[in-house]
């Protein structure tokens, strides 16, 4: 009878197929109706280059070598900044969520920080660090702390108090509690936290980039909006847009590994 209903369950459902033309659907029309209304001269091709231009001139920057140097240092100080912002952030949360001490003594200062927005703290990076690369990666780790520290002491806290009585009686010292209980509860939280970091980081790296830098996708934006050449704009926004996808997407599939034991537990 299981079996039956799960038949009927997803006998309506569209294939796999059919999911992916749904999702096309709207971006193709999008792209279609811009074709056609730029080849017709119906909206600026200043502002507003057909997608045939921009494809044009992402192939020529392709070509030339261009695109891929500078995606490869943007790429490089994302993973830089969020390996240090992160990294930061899963320790803080970690502490601040185990011990009450911890969060009254830094989650105050901490949270003050998390409000100064990123353009504010810039001229000072620029300052105490100059225009190198130090800055940048800075900038980037910024934007990479607060989301896994909070989802990391989140999902600490969250953790079913019933778990805890459970390993009192079974005997478990505090550090077996942490790294058998604790922890482990916490993944998905974690996971969340270092997504939307990660996705942060890349947002870090637009800000790091367009204000001060000689090199990276965004300096190479800043550098085509001076001369007018809006194709390489909409390049660069395009880079940056396919780059958050595929990151968040490898994150995914390692959130997906992780929590294979949940999904074992629920049969």
């Not at 109706?33 to 001269?41: F, K, P, R, T």
């Not at 999902?155 to 005997?171: A, M, P, Q, T, W």
């Not at 509690?177 to 922890?183: E, S």
């Amino acid at each position: 009878m299981s079996n039956r209903a799960a038949a009927i369950r997803t006998a309506g459902k569209p294939g796999k197929g059919a999911q992916v033309l749904l999702g096309l659907l709207l971006p193709v029309t999008v792209l279609a109706l811009w074709q056609a209304l730029g080849h017709y001269g119906l909206i600026s091709d200043l502002l507003f280059p057909t997608p045939y231009t921009i494809a044009a001139s992402f192939a020529s920057l392709a070509v030339s070598g261009d695109l891929w140097s500078n995606l490869r240092i943007s790429a490089v100080r994302v993973l830089l900044g969020f390996a240090l912002g992160g990294g930061l952030g899963l320790v803080f949360g970690i502490l601040v969520g185990l011990f009450k001490r911890s969060e009254k003594l830094l989650d105050p200062s901490l949270q003050m920080i998390r409000m100064i927005p990123s353009l504010a703290v810039v001229p000072l990076f620029i300052l105490w660090f100059g225009i190198g690369e130090e800055s940048k990666v800075l900038l980037i780790a910024k934007a990479a702390f607060f989301p896994l520290y909070i989802n990391t002491f989140m999902g600490i806290r969250s953790v079913d108090n019933k778990l805890f009585e459970v390993s009192r009686v079974l005997g478990f010292s505090r550090p077996k509690q942490i790294l058998k209980l604790v922890l482990p509860g916490a993944v998905p939280n974690i996971m969340l936290g270092a997504r939307l970091s990660l996705g942060l980081s890349w947002l870090g790296l637009v800000v790091a980039e367009l204000i001060a830098s000689t090199s990276g996708i965004g300096y190479m934006m800043s550098d085509a909006r001076q001369f007018a050449d809006t194709p390489v704009v909409f390049v660069g926004i395009l880079i940056f847009a396919v780059c958050g996808l595929l990151s968040d997407t490898a994150m995914r599939l390692i959130e997906h590994r992780l929590l294979r034991w949940k999904e074992s537990c629920k049969g």
